[in-house]
Structures are given as C-alpha cells and as structure tokens.
C-alpha cells in the first residue's frame, strides 16, 4: 500500500473518531465471508459503522488524536475491526447476540468517555444507558409525584362532594 493511501486512511479515521461518540474494537479472526456480511448487515440496521483496519493506522489515527487512548494499544493485535456509533451500548447489545458462536469478540471500547479494555467488559457496556434511556428515567421521576399529587386531589375532591352531598340530603 502506498504511503498517500495510508495516510489518507489515517486522516479518515481519525475524522471517524471525531464523529462519532463511542466506538468498540473488534476482533473478527474467524469469520467467513458469509458471517462477515451478516455482521455488517446487523451493524447497518442498529446504525453502527464496521470498518476493518490496519492496526498500524490505526494506532497512527489514535496518537494524532486528541484523546489518550494509550490503555487500547495492547488491543491493537490480529484482526481488528472498529464499530462506530453514538449510542454506547447499541454495540454491546450487538456482540452479546454472537456470545455463544465466540466470534467476533470485543478486544476494548471507549464508551461515555471511558476505556475499557478486554472481553470481561462486555456485560458492563452492555448495561449502560443510552443518553435518551437515562432522560426518559428522570422525565418519568419527576412525572411520578405530581401524578401522585393530582391523583389525590382528584379522590379527595370526590371524597368531600360526597360528604357534601350526603350532608345536603340529610333531613334536619
């Protein structure tokens, strides 16, 4: 490969990194055509973009980079491919589907602004909450006690009419 094609590589990647806020090495050591392109079409559905790369660019593209992320240069072996979105568990969720065939496997992730390097980590991508999962949990605490409040000044508005009323009826 010529130089002009690798550093082209490398400045694509790093945009990649820029863009996107998550991304998870991947090793795909194993996987045939057919396997390799059911990874990708389930990739394209839960909008994640797979590239396979060159560990030498891509250790270039992730020193050019703002970020350290030092930690993942020892995933940097064998067959590597970088799935990158937005959402940070979208990925996870993914992998876990291909736990039982044992391929592909996550090397590490830099995932809500944190690295986590090894398969180990899996469960615990998998686990966190996307940005719009976690809004959807505070709009729904702090919907929780007015409902509370409405509900009971709903009852309690039918409670005393009905005192009223049986009051009102009531012969003297």
């Not at 694509?12 to 059911?38: N, Q």
């Amino acid at each position: 490969m010529k130089k002009e094609v690798k550093d082209t590589i490398v400045v694509e990647l790093g945009e990649k990194l820029k863009e996107f806020a998550h991304f998870y090495l991947v090793d795909v050591h194993g996987l045939d055509a057919a396997k390799t392109s059911d990874l990708r079409r389930k990739c394209f559905k839960s909008e994640i973009q797979m590239v396979v790369v060159k560990n030498n660019l891509l250790r270039k593209a992730f020193e050019a980079s703002e970020i350290d992320f030092e930690p993942l240069y020892s995933c940097l072996k064998g067959s590597t491919a970088v799935l990158f979105c937005n959402t940070a568990n979208v990925p996870a969720k993914l992998l876990k589907s291909y736990v039982k065939e044992g391929i592909p496997t996550l090397k590490g992730a830099y995932a809500e602004e944190g690295l986590f390097v090894g398969a180990d980590k899996l469960e615990e991508l998998a686990a966190l909450k996307s940005k719009n999962e976690v809004i959807a949990d505070i709009v729904a605490l702090l919907q929780s006690p007015a409902k509370n409040v409405v509900s009971a000044l709903q009852s309690g508005a039918n409670t005393i009419h009905g005192v009223l009323k049986t009051l009102g009826e009531r012969p003297e």
